[in-house]
Each structure stands twice: as structure tokens, then as C-alpha cells.
Antibody, heavy 119, light 107 residues
């Protein structure tokens, strides 16, 4: 079964750091680009970052550029998001997502992990 | 940056056809995807590349895309279709863009 499982969310004070992980299984992780998408409480989906299969190409939303770092370890079938200088408006459920069979689309999503930046 | 505009809400009676639009400058030249999200759940892909359906998605879900508007149509709407729907595309910088979302209410 194709599966993505996020972990690492929690409560952090503004200005703090957190590292999210996404464990992949059921597909050839090293062959696919990976993405982070977030959703603030009661709000819509917001793309955060993407990384190519071999880590050569990395993209960030303007809202997180310079504060967040995406990375992956293909040997461990894992995706990461290092979040620094967290702000209250980073509070959201963070999903990892990928394209396995559907061209241009995110056809596999994790269940999400909640990040709360609050004092 | 590119903006995708969706109506905040659409209401439809059971058995009727719901149409949810996604507006953008010359969006017809891009590939558009649609996601369904029910409360407390992760999004689910229902249409990709404008009009293709992933395996397991009913034929009642269809998509089209022309000029400045992409449309998701749901025919023979059921109570279980009540959800938030989001359109999505990739812009020229390979950034991902989501629409603001549309809440579909089944009357």
C-alpha cells in the first residue's frame, strides 16, 4: 500500500524551530518529487515547498523562503522540513504529498501533522 | 504571483449537477487539478490534467478547462459529495498554486 506518514508536529514558541518528517512506503520513493502543503485552521490549502527526486531542484513559497528548508534521504525513504524562526501564522496542519501515477497532481497525501506556534 | 479564484460556496440539491469554477489568467493553457477535502481528512485528488480521473473516482466527477476558467462538474450529486473543493496548477516558476477553495453544500 502506498503510504505517507508525517510526524514531528507540536507546540513551539514563536521564534522557535521544529523539524517535520514524512516516512514513505509502498512506492519507489527515490524516483518521485516530494512536496509539503499546509492548511491553517479554517483556511485553504497552501503549498510550502517541493524537492525533486534527486534533490537537485528545490522550490519554496515566498512566505517560508529563508526560514524553512526541505530535504530528503532516499536511503531512508524520508522527507523532511526544517522550520526555523516560526511565527504564529505558520500554525497549520502540514501534509506531505507526492505524484505517483497522476500527471501534475498530488495523488498521494499523508494524514498531516499539526504545528502550533504560540506563546 | 499567479492567482486562482474560486467562489466561496456552491449549493445544489441532491441529484442535480454542481459546477465549481476556478478562474485565472489564460488558465486554459495550463493543466488544472481538483481536490476534494472532507472535514478532518487529507485532500483527495478527483480530477487531474483538466479532465482525467484517478482510479476509484466516480464518473460523476468531470473537469473542463478553457480560456480563463476551469470547471469541476459533479453530476447526480449525493450527500457524500459535500466537502471543500480546491483547484490547483503549477505556475511558470514551477511553484504550486491552489485556489481559495469552494464549500459544496448539498441541500
Amino acid at each position: 500500500e502506498v503510504q505517507l506518514v508525517e510526524s514531528g508536529g507540536g507546540l513551539v514558541k514563536p521564534g522557535g524551530s521544529l523539524r517535520l518528517s514524512c516516512a514513505a512506503s509502498g512506492f519507489s520513493f527515490s524516483s518521485y518529487a516530494m512536496n509539503w502543503v499546509r492548511q491553517a485552521p479554517g483556511k485553504g490549502l497552501e503549498w510550502v515547498s517541493s524537492i525533486s527526486s534527486g534533490s537537485s531542484y528545490i522550490y519554496y513559497a515566498d512566505s517560508v523562503k529563508g526560514r524553512f528548508t526541505i530535504s530528503r534521504d532516499n536511503a531512508k525513504n524520508s522527507l523532511y522540513l526544517q522550520m526555523n524562526s516560526l511565527r504564529a501564522d505558520d500554525t497549520a496542519v502540514y501534509y506531505c504529498a507526492t505524484t505517483v501515477t497522476a500527471h501534475n497532481a498530488f495523488d498521494v497525501w499523508g494524514q498531516g501533522t499539526m504545528v502550533t506556534a504560540s506563546s | 504571483s499567479y492567482v486562482l479564484t474560486q467562489p466561496p460556496s456552491v449549493s445544489v440539491a441532491p441529484g442535480q449537477t454542481a459546477r465549481i469554477t476556478c478562474g485565472g489568467d489564460n488558465i486554459g493553457s495550463e493543466s488544472v487539478q481538483w481536490y476534494q477535502q472532507k472535514p478532518g481528512q487529507a485532500p483527495v485528488l478527483v480530477v487531474y490534467d483538466d479532465s482525467d480521473r484517478p482510479s476509484g473516482i466516480p464518473e460523476r466527477f468531470s473537469g473542463s478547462n478553457s480560456e480563463n476558467t476551469a470547471t469541476l462538474a459533479i453530476s447526480r450529486v449525493e450527500a457524500g459529495d459535500e466537502a471543500d473543493y480546491y483547484c490547483q496548477m503549477w505556475d511558470s516558476s514551477r511553484d504550486v498554486v491552489f485556489g481559495g477553495g469552494t464549500k459544496l453544500t448539498v441541500l
